[in-house]
C-alpha cells in the first residue's frame, strides 16, 4: 500500500526534554499528502501536520484508504468537547430512542472510537477499526481527527458528518484531568497547557482542527454543534437545554419526535443521568487503568471520572487568571479572524 501521509519528528526541545518524565505517549506529526478532495477550496490551504502518537504508523494508511457507506453516521471533535454526550443523542436519535438497547449495549461497543487502536494499547486485543468495518448498517463511528486523515471516500461517498466542538479553556481544563485519570499523566495543568499552546497535545493543533470542520460545514451532510449550547440553561426545564440541539439534530438526521419524547431524551442526557449511567460513563475501563498504575486509591476523586463535571467555564476552578489570559492571547494570536476567534473565547 502506498504511503498517504508523512511522518515528521518532533523537534521542540521542551517535549524531547519531557516527554517520558511526564509519562506521556511517543509523539509524531502526521502531514496528509493528499487533500485535494477535501472541500476546502481557499488558496494556499493545506492541512497542517496533526500531532499523534507513533502507533498511529500501524494503521494510517489502511485508515485512509477505509471503506465508507453512504449511512454511515461519523462524529468527529478534538478531545474533551462534548463527544461522549453527542454520541449517546445521536444514536438515540437515529435508533427510535431505543433506551433498552441503549442501556444494555456499552455505548463503545455501539459508538467505537475508530482510531484508537492507532493511539492506544487495549486489553485483550480489542480492534476498534475491525469492529467499525464490521459493524451492520448503519454504522455509528466516533473519531478525534482533523478533516486532513479522514478516510479520502469520506469526500465522496458524503455520509453523514457530525461535528461538535468547545471553547479552548474548558478542552483544556478537561483534557488534562483526562490525560492523568486514562494516561497518568504526570505533569502539571500549567506543563499541559504550554504543551497545548505549543501545539503538542495529542489531535492539535487545535484551533485548526475546529476551523477546517467550520469550513465545510457548508455541505448538506455535515452538521455542527456546540457544547456550549448543549448548557444553556432552560427556563421550561429542570435539565439543562439540550431542547434546540436536539430538535435540530432531529432534522438533520430526518427524524421526528414528540414534545414529550424529545423532553424525556433531554432528561435522560442530562449531565447527573450520563455520569451515573454504567452504558456511558466508562467506569469500568476507569478503574481498569487506575488499579493498573496503583492508584484505586483516587477512584473517588471527582477529576478520575471520565464524565467529570460538565460545567461550562469550569475551568475557573483550575485555571489561574494569569494563565487563562494567556491561552486567550495565543488564541488571538493564531486565529486572526473575528468570524473565527468566537469559536474560541
Not at 487533500?35 to 476546502?40: A, Q, S
Request: glycine share 2%; proline share 5%; with cysteine.
Amino acid at each position: 500500500m502506498i504511503m498517504s501521509v508523512n511522518y515528521l519528528e518532533i523537534t521542540d526541545p521542551t517535549y524531547r526534554t519531557s516527554w517520558k518524565k511526564r509519562n506521556q505517549p511517543g509523539f509524531v506529526l502526521v502531514e496528509p499528502k493528499q487533500y485535494w478532495r477535501i472541500p476546502i477550496r481557499e488558496p494556499g490551504w493545506k492541512p497542517l501536520p496533526c500531532c499523534l502518537t507513533t502507533r498511529f504508523k500501524n494503521m494510517a494508511d489502511e485508515f485512509r484508504a477505509m471503506k465508507v457507506h453512504k449511512d454511515d453516521v461519523w462524529l468527529a471533535s478534538y478531545p474533551k468537547s462534548g463527544t461522549t454526550w453527542s454520541q449517546e443523542m445521536i444514536w438515540l436519535i437515529c435508533n427510535n430512542l431505543d433506551y433498552e438497547e441503549a442501556r444494555k449495549k456499552l455505548l463503545f461497543m455501539r459508538f467505537p472510537f475508530v482510531e484508537i487502536n492507532g493511539i492506544a494499547d487495549l486489553p485483550g486485543g480489542m480492534d476498534f477499526f475491525k469492529l467499525a468495518q464490521q459493524m451492520p448498517s448503519p454504522r455509528f463511528i466516533k473519531t478525534h481527527l482533523p478533516v486532513g486523515l479522514l478516510p479520502d471516500q469520506i469526500w465522496t461517498v458524503k455520509p453523514k458528518l457530525v461535528y461538535v466542538y468547545r471553547t479552548t479553556k474548558s478542552v483544556i481544563v478537561s483534557y488534562y484531568h483526562h490525560s492523568v485519570t486514562l494516561s497518568n499523566y504526570k505533569g502539571t495543568l500549567e506543563e499541559f497547557t504550554r504543551s497545548f499552546m505549543r501545539d503538542l497535545q495529542m489531535y492539535s493543533p487545535y484551533h485548526e482542527h475546529v476551523i477546517e470542520y467550520h469550513k465545510i460545514s457548508q455541505l448538506d451532510n455535515v452538521l455542527l454543534l456546540n457544547y456550549e449550547d448543549m448548557k444553556k440553561v432552560s427556563v421550561k426545564h429542570s435539565f439543562q437545554d439540550l431542547v434546540s440541539v436536539v430538535k435540530r439534530t432531529c432534522v438533520f438526521f430526518n427524524k421526528s419526535y414528540t414534545d414529550e419524547q424529545i423532553a424525556e431524551l433531554c432528561n435522560h442526557l442530562s449531565f447527573e443521568s450520563m455520569q451515573n449511567n454504567p452504558s456511558v460513563n466508562a467506569q469500568e475501563m476507569v478503574d481498569m487503568l487506575l488499579a493498573q498504575s496503583d492508584r484505586l486509591d483516587e477512584r473517588e476523586n471527582e477529576d478520575r471520572r471520565f464524565i467529570r463535571k460538565g460545567k461550562v467555564d469550569g475551568w475557573k476552578a483550575d485555571l489561574t487568571q494569569e494563565l487563562a489570559d494567556e491561552i486567550d492571547d495565543w488564541t488571538r494570536s493564531k486565529v486572526k479572524s473575528e468570524k473565527y476567534q468566537k469559536l474560541f473565547l
